[in-house]
């Protein structure tokens, strides 16, 4: 089973940019579709990106759209969400997810449950 270790949050003004990275092991990284997704305070789930195994094929939530882009260097066994033109909505605890049955990338939005193995987050905070 892969284990998920995210990083790179931290305080950030509005109009930056930030690169989360989340580093698995133990398991064959290459084989699972992963996805981030965010929680702000007081607010539920939300379905950030998701990138399927090969990294040819990526999607976006609606909110992130042209602003995030995920990647994955399968060699590094890492997975990044590059973050642009952050907002103060864009504030949450970001996580990494990994399904190692892959389905089709935007059925991830609606069924997070798919994801089968979780990070423990990491904060990212936009200032005004």
């Known amino acids: 089973q892969v284990q998920l270790v995210e990083s790179g949050g931290g305080l950030v003004q509005t109009g930056d940019s930030l690169r989360l990275s989340c580093a698995a092991s133990?398991?064959?990284?290459?084989?699972?579709?992963m996805a981030w997704f965010r929680q702000g305070p007081g607010k539920e789930r939300e379905f950030v990106a998701a990138?399927?195994?090969?990294?040819?094929?990526?999607y976006y939530g609606d909110s992130v759209q042209g602003r995030f882009t995920i990647s994955r260097d399968n060699a590094k066994n890492t997975v990044y969400l590059q973050m642009n033109s952050l907002k103060p909505e864009d504030t949450a605890v970001y996580y990494c997810?990994?399904?190692?049955?892959?389905?089709?990338?935007?059925?991830?939005?609606?069924?997070?449950?798919?994801?089968?193995?979780w990070g423990q987050g990491t904060l990212v905070t936009v200032s005004s």
């Open positions: 997810a990994a399904d190692p049955n892959p389905i089709y990338l935007p059925d991830y939005e609606d069924r997070p449950e798919s994801l089968e193995v």
């Open positions: 990138v399927s195994w090969s990294g040819v094929s990526t």
């Open positions: 133990g398991g064959t990284f290459s084989r699972y579709a």
